[in-house]
Every structure is written in C-alpha cells, then in structure tokens.
C-alpha cells in the first residue's frame, strides 16, 4: 500500500524536486561512509610508503594506519557538533553549502598524497573530509525531515541509506587491486568520494530553505509558503500551514539548548533514546566491519584478492537492501524494523565468534564468514534507515538541531574510538573474541527499544 502510495506521486513535480534534493544532502552527507569503507582494501596498497615512513615497523605501521582510519570519524564528531550549531544559526541550506566546499577540499588535499610523498597528509585531508560529512549528516537529517510530507517521511528518510550503501559500492569497486587499489593511485581512490561534491553544491545554491526553519525559525511565512509548494506541492500547504502554526503556539518563547533538553522530561527521554540508538549502531561492529572486513577475512586464511572479493560482496548486499527497507517503515513502522535490524546483526555476530572459535582458518571458513558479513549488512539497512527516521520524528523542531548534535557527536566519537581500537585488539586477540561483544551489545539495543523507545510513525505533531 505504501509503495502504492508513492508510485501514485511519481508523476507530481514536487517528488522529484524533493527527490533531488534528498539526493544532493544524501551525497553529501551518507553517501560519505564512503571515507570510511575505502580504507578496505589499500592498506596492502599504502604500505610502501608507511615503511618508508616506519622503518617497517609493523606496530607503528598498524597504528599509524589506524589513526589515519580514525581521522574521518574523529572529524565527524566536530563536524556534528559545529554542522547543529550553524543550522539553527545560519539556516540548513547555508550549511550544506559549507558541507560541500569542505568536501572539495577535502579531496583535493587527498590526492597528491603519494606524490608528495607525505602520509599525514592523508591524515589531514580525511579529518576536513569527515568534519564536512559530519556536519552533512546532521543537515541531511534536518532538511529532509522537515521537508517531505509527513505520509512520505519514511520514504524520503530512508533513502539516505541507499546512498550509504551505494557510498560503501562505490569504495570497494574503486579500491580493488585491479582498478585504484595500487601503490600509486590509493590516494585518489580515497578522494573519488568527493568528486560528487560540486554538483551537491549546484542542486543546494539552486533549490530553497527547509520550510519548518523558515516559518518557525526565520519567522518568514511567505518564504515558507514557497518552500512547501517546492518541496511538497500545493495540495499540501494547508495541512503543513496549519501543523507549523500548531507547533509554533507550543514553542512560543521556548529556545533550546543542551540545559533546556535536560530539564524537560519529554526532550530528555527523546534524548536517550537517541543516544542508546546511536551508541547501539556503532557498537555493532559497523565502523570496524567496514574499515576492516579485508583483514578480517584475511585471518580466516583468505588472500588479500580474495578477502578483498568479499568485502565487494558485503558492499553489494548493503546497497540493495537499502531499496527494501523504504517502503517497510511506513508500512509497519519504525520500531519493528529497528528490533528486527539489531536482531539479525547481533545473530551474525555471534556466529563469527563461534565459527573463530572452532574451526580453523581454511576456505570453507572464509565462505562461511563472506555469508555472515553479508546478513549482517543486511541486517544494518534496517536498523541503521530506522535510526534516521525515529531521530528525526522523535524531538519536535525547536529541539532537532540539538538532539541531532548530541546524538551524532556521541555516534562519530563511539566509530572513532571503535576503529582506533578494533584493528590491534581484532589482530591481537583474534576475531571470535573481537566480534562477541558486538553481539551481545546488539541484543541488548533491541531489548531496549521494545520496551523502551515509543513508535513515531503517525506522530502528526513533529
């Protein structure tokens, strides 16, 4: 019925309009995973130069190349936490415009790294990078939930994951050793992932402000009006009209900050719920499987051209079941996709663990491992698209920039850490031991959302 309901508007200018738009801040913002799964494949490729640079010290080599990892998500931590502060200060499209001119610098720092002969660089190009992407992130979430008709929200929210998994293709294709994945061309496989940033920057300059942060924020009805007729039609403007005045008589002389959400026990709650979501996103494992699934195939006795055909798999499965899960939010709701997303990864998980636990390395383990990486990015589509609607459903408009911050700044600082730490504790210690946590953290996230975190799917007031 849902999907239905969007074929029905298929044929509407507005959808596409704001399917465009979707597609600008999705690329801006998800599709940028891309930094982060890149990594894959080139560590094989870069370690010329990291011995030159280590003396082929192996400890220094590992650390070096995971701080380097690390670098992206450490810079979307800051740029969540600047990306919430400009969109209630200079407005959500000025923003993503700043999102993307660091996106562009960003790569064209990466390229001439090998060139240049200077591995930081590659540090710092990614750090400029992530604090773009974080921002993205923010924005994306904001602009598209404030944006789509309410009855399409869950459409429109969720097809930023397919751009997650077409940004985490896209990266495993180009770094494979046949294409960029060579010793001299690894630098500009990790800035291809930026070249999508001046047409981002074009569709943004072209198109207008969120609706909701013009008629609530700017105090701009008329700006607002437009907006809506843009991005939903006219058949819409009554009804999105009569719920932003709603919402403003409720918010009247009501400023959020951090203090503010603390003290209100329905922001408070809103606030938790998204800070154990995010928590229980990263702590599944998806920061460490995706920078370093090639090495965890590797130590099942895979090669690295083999390990690295896996990793594509994984990418290949994640990009299509992102195009299932869209119309599934809207047709049985937010919740029961995010419990049956956590459950699937966290039974994954713990069948790695099992598996590196018993048996010995050898193909048939290798295969069996592919498969479970495979269930388990399926299993992240779910709950990871839910995760982005229910945040932004959850905390009406005046809080959204400022749950968005918390929620996303305590995500990036959780992937940073997770991506620093995973590599030497995963070569260490083994992946059965690595990946177990990881489960148990899963089942324990599903746990808490049925019983804990509220269904926002027919929530008319945000």
């Known amino acids: 019925m849902e999907t239905e309901k969007i074929r029905a508007v298929w044929t509407q200018p507005w959808f596409w309009r704001l399917w465009l738009v979707t597609t600008a801040v999705s690329m801006s913002s998800t599709f940028q995973v891309y930094h982060t799964a890149i990594i894959n494949n080139l ?54 415009i700043i999102v993307n001119v660091l996106l562009i610098i960003g790569g064209i720092m990466n390229g001439p790294v090998e060139l240049l002969d200077c591995f930081w ?12 992407s974080g921002a993205g992130i923010v924005i994306s979430i904001l602009m598209i939930t404030e944006s789509a008709p309410i009855a399409h929200r869950g459409y429109f929210g969720s097809l930023t994951n397919i751009f997650f998994g077409l940004g985490d293709l896209l990266s495993l294709l180009i770094s494979m050793p046949y294409l960029m994945g060579t010793e001299q061309l690894w630098p500009w496989a990790m800035a291809v992932g930026c070249a999508c940033a001046p047409a981002c920057l074009i569709v943004t300059l072209l198109y207008p402000e969120s609706p909701r942060y013009l008629y609530l924020t700017r105090k701009d009805r008329v700006a607002a009006c437009r907006a ?11 009804e999105t009209e009569r719920d932003l005045e709603k919402e403003q008589l409720a918010s009247e002389g009501r400023k959020t900050t951090l203090r503010s959400l603390l003290a209100e026990r329905p922001e408070r709650r809103a606030l938790l ?49 992102g195009f299932n899960v869209s119309p599934l939010l809207d047709r049985h709701g937010r919740i029961p996709v995010l419990i049956f997303g956590f459950n699937l990864v966290g039974t994954a998980n713990i069948l790695i663990s099992l598996i590196y636990f018993i048996m010995p390395s050898s193909p048939f383990t290798f295969y069996i491992t592919v498969l479970l990486l495979c269930i388990n990015m399926f299993g992240y589509s779910y709950l990871n698209s839910a995760t982005q609607v229910l945040e932004g459903e959850l905390f009406d408009q005046r809080a959204r920039a400022q749950g968005a911050l918390v929620s996303k700044a305590v995500c990036w600082l959780g992937a940073c850490v997770i991506s620093i730490f995973f590599l030497p504790i995963c070569i260490s210690i083994g992946v059965g031991w690595s990946m177990l946590p990881l489960a148990l953290t899963c089942y324990a996230t599903s746990l808490f959302a049925k019983f804990f975190i509220p269904e926002t799917q027919r929530n008319k007031k945000i």
């Not at 370690?47 to 080599?61: E, F, K, T, V």
């Not at 660089?121 to 773009?132: D, E, K, S, Y």
């Open 43 to 96: 560590f094989d490729a870069a370690r010329p130069m990291l011995r030159r640079h280590y003396q082929s010290n192996d400890s220094s080599i590992i650390h070096a190349w995971a701080i380097m990892t690390s670098s992206v998500l450490f810079g979307k931590f800051i740029g969540t936490i600047a990306g919430a502060k400009l969109a209630d200060t200079l407005g959500r499209r000025t923003t993503m």
């Open 121 to 132: 660089l590659a540090t710092i190009a990614r750090l400029v990078i992530g604090i773009g």
């Open 228 to 238: 809506i007729v843009v991005y939903q039609g006219e058949h819409n403007l009554a």
């Open 273 to 321: 719920i998204s800070v154990m979501l995010e928590l229980g996103c990263q702590l599944s494992g998806i920061a460490a499987i995706m920078a370093y699934s090639t090495t965890i195939f590797e130590q099942s006795g895979a090669g690295h051209k083999a390990a690295a055909l896996g990793t594509l798999a994984m990418g290949v499965v994640k990009f299509l079941s």
